[in-house]
């Protein structure tokens, strides 16, 4: 029976002889991290002031229906006060929607300005990621030459 050979030793060597530079890929996993973890600022500080807006207009709401239950000695007082109060509610909700406007065009603005930075950031990274490989490269190149020429200079000497 014909016996398989043995490539284990061969690629073992090969592999040793091929470095590779895990910090390239440490700085993209950072920069990545860093990145997310400012996305989440932005989204969180929007919840909050959203929260805030919903708040207050909740707030200002229930104080005007305060003044919507109190007794009316004429009927048309009645009509008058769900007049002011329909007037108020629309007012309220005019600022209240200005104010959300305010908060999306903020997190628009800073997420734009994020990913402008994290896209250049990224661009360096690749940049220095590309330079190791080619040095990474060049470097096998050479011993793999170097390592063909003692194989040729053994078998003619």
Do not use: C
């Not at 009316?72 to 329909?86: G, L, R």
Request: aromatic share 4%; charged share 25%; proline share 2%.
């Amino acid at each position: 029976m014909a016996k398989t050979p043995d490539f284990t030793k061969g690629f073992q060597d090969m592999m040793q002889n091929l470095p590779v530079d895990t910090s390239s890929m440490t700085e993209a996993f950072k920069t990545q991290s860093q990145l997310g973890e400012k996305m989440t600022r932005v989204a969180l500080s929007a919840a909050e002031r959203s929260t805030e807006i919903s708040a207050a207009w909740a707030k200002d709401t229930i104080a005007r229906m305060g003044e919507l239950a109190t007794s009316k000695e004429q009927p048309a007082d009645y009509a008058k006060a769900m007049s002011d109060f329909a007037s108020a509610a629309a007012e309220l909700a005019a600022e209240h929607m200005s104010a959300y406007a305010e908060v999306a065009k903020k997190v628009q603005m800073e997420t734009v300005d994020l990913l402008m930075n994290a896209g250049k950031s990224a661009q360096g990274d690749m940049q220095r990621m590309a330079d190791n490989v080619a040095r990474n490269v060049q470097d096998a190149t050479r011993k793999v030459q170097d390592a063909a020429a003692d194989v040729a200079g053994k078998t003619q000497g």
